[in-house]
């Protein structure tokens, strides 16, 4: 038996020995004045669950909040804790919230229409508040029959159903959720003024998701835990697919006032197959301690990560450090450092996310962080004015890049770095944050990439900008403008006899929404996206769709 069957076993023992023992469950609400980190931030963890997304403008989708959404154990004794971001960048702004302005939870209906034949229409049917549960279900539906490109040849469609629901009982509470997505892209990335049946150019992604959560219920408790669960089938029109399962544990234990234990495991294991089946697993152990005192936060860890596949035969074994230091100089400032090194789980389900324009047959090699290093500063300035400002250096290997297919230009390889490439960033983020009356957010990020094997770091972009801000009139009315900012992204050009490289011109997207509540039960809503009608690019080959505007009503029941 080999090592990795050895580990898998004693995880899964550990598992259900810490099942009856400890949990915690608590709620993390963002004070007025801090950096508002979830509008920028994509999570580092196993994420292997679809979310609902709005993906009419063919850019990476943001995570939607579901009622049963698990979020990370939060550490009260601290007053701030530093988390790494992932490179990856989105090619896409993230939609604000779409945040109704009632307060209770309940059903209601929304449909609209806009241009390029676009309906779009959400159910919900939700359980009223209720100390023992939360339980629901949810259909929404998105498409535009025309696109950017000869009209139906680019159209889009994305459906999905969701299932959700929670129990909370004296000692522990338990959630889950069942989900279905179903994806339709067309690959117009072909030379204009081709005769081309759109039928020939067809993809669909189907996606089904099965996940749970445990969690304690005793906040105070000096033993807490958190036990998920996930399961994904994800597959193609080209007999392409992908079978995840995903569990793991989040363990804290309170020594004293001052310093805590943590525990995190994850367990991964997929199957890939087209045409050749490759099976890979992946266990991930990450003991440490966290101490405070005096306005110093130590956060010490050890990540162990033990991984293989089947199509290479190959099993792996990897330390790495995770080491987190911050410093309260007063009140309201604080600087930090992180070292941190990770294998960054990479699968078919991942990838398509990011682009759907890419090949059925990909090549899926995790990529190795071997060392990443952020040091900065953060806090806050004034009342409801906060910043984050940081530097950040690390070496990657395996590191993956979208590259346009020489034989059918209008679909993308993944193309992997094999050598190291270091990477080089600036941060810079400020918000302002009243209550829910007024809010904005500002994210800026230079990267600097030194590939090794590679001749440039393609398709991701040199600067990024993302700006939110939404404004609350008397709980009557709600306008919320987003805008984000790519530059810097080049592309390989493939000429008959050689390789040059392209520049994209940079990618510019303003968005503005108004809802407007007309009774208790009803309201209504205009959103335009992409109010500059720009056909930026942030894949090569692949134009944006331009002004988009769409009118619709809402009622609750």
């Known amino acids: 038996m080999t090592v990795l069957f050895r580990l ?22 963002k004070d007025e004045g801090e950096v508002v980190e979830g509008e920028f ?60 302005l009632t307060s209770k939870p309940g059903s209601y209906l929304k449909l609209g229409f806009g241009n390029y034949l676009t309906p779009d229409a959400e159910l919900a049917l939700n359980t009223r508040e209720n100390k023992k549960g939360n339980f629901g279900v949810r259909l929404k539906h998105l498409s535009s029959i025309n696109g950017p490109v000869d009209k139906e040849n680019s159209g889009d469609s994305h459906s999905s159903i969701n299932a959700f629901g929670r129990y909370t009982g004296k000692k522990a509470s338990i959630g889950g959720d069942l989900e279905y997505f179903r994806d339709g892209y067309h690959f117009y990335g072909y030379d204009r003024g081709m005769e081309v049946d759109k039928d020939t150019i067809r993809q669909n992604f189907d996606d089904i998701n099965l996940g749970f959560d445990i969690k304690s219920n005793d906040v105070d408790g000096a033993l807490q835990y958190k036990l998920f669960g996930k399961v994904y089938n994800t597959t193609d029109m080209y007999n392409a697919g992908e079978l995840g399962i995903n569990t793991g544990l ?21 199957s890939y197959k087209n045409p050749l089946q490759i099976n890979r697993s992946l266990i991930r152990v990450n003991p440490a301690f966290m101490y405070k005192i005096n306005g110093l936060t130590l956060d010490v860890g050890l990540r162990v990560v033990n ?9 792996e074994t990897q330390l790495f450090p995770a080491v987190t230091v911050a410093y309260e100089l007063n009140e309201d400032i604080s600087v930090y450092g992180i070292l941190d090194g990770d294998v960054e789980v990479v699968t078919f389900k991942k990838m398509v996310r990011e682009n759907p324009f890419v090949n059925s047959n990909l090549p899926t090699i995790h990529t190795n962080k071997n060392v990443d290093v952020l040091v900065g500063v953060k806090g806050s300035l004034i009342q409801y004015l906060a910043f984050d400002l940081g530097i950040r250096s690390a070496i990657f290997k395996n590191l993956y890049f979208y590259v346009n297919d020489p034989a059918e230009l209008n679909k993308f390889n993944v193309l992997y770095d094999q050598g190291n490439t270091s990477f080089f960033q600036g941060i810079a983020s400020l918000s302002f944050v009243k209550s829910s009356i007024f809010g904005s957010t500002l994210s800026t990020r230079y990267n600097a990439y030194k590939t090794e094997e590679l001749e440039k770091a393609w398709h991701r972009p040199k600067f990024e900008l993302d700006f939110a801000a939404w404004y609350n009139i008397y709980n009557k009315i709600r306008l919320s403008t987003e805008l984000f900012v790519l530059t ?67 009622v609750s029941f």
């Open 8 to 29: 898998g076993f004693v995880f899964i023992y550990l598992i259900i020995g810490f099942i009856p023992t400890f949990a915690q469950e608590e709620d993390f609400i």
């Open 41 to 100: 931030l994509i999570s580092k963890e196993l994420e292997i669950t679809l979310p609902a997304a709005q993906r009419i403008f063919q850019k990476v989708p943001p995570d939607e909040i579901n009622a049963n959404e698990t979020e990370a154990l939060q550490y009260t004794f601290k007053k701030y804790t530093p988390q790494l971001k992932d490179i990856r960048t989105r090619l896409r702004v993230l939609k604000l919230k779409d945040e109704r």
């Open 250 to 270: 989040q363990g804290l234990y309170k020594i004293n006032e001052n310093m805590h234990a943590k525990l995190d495991l994850d367990f991964l294991y997929t």
């Open 307 to 315: 991984h293989s596949d089947t199509l290479n035969n190959t099993e």
């Open 488 to 554: 810097g992204i080049e592309a390989p050009d493939y000429g008959l006899f050689s390789t040059t490289s392209v520049k994209l011109d940079p990618a510019v997207d303003l968005n503005l929404k108004l809802d407007y509540i007309l009774s208790e039960k009803y309201s209504v809503f205009v959103s335009v996206n992409n109010l500059f009608n720009s056909d930026y690019q942030v894949y090569n080959r692949y134009p944006t769709r331009g002004l988009l505007a769409i009118v619709g009503l809402s």
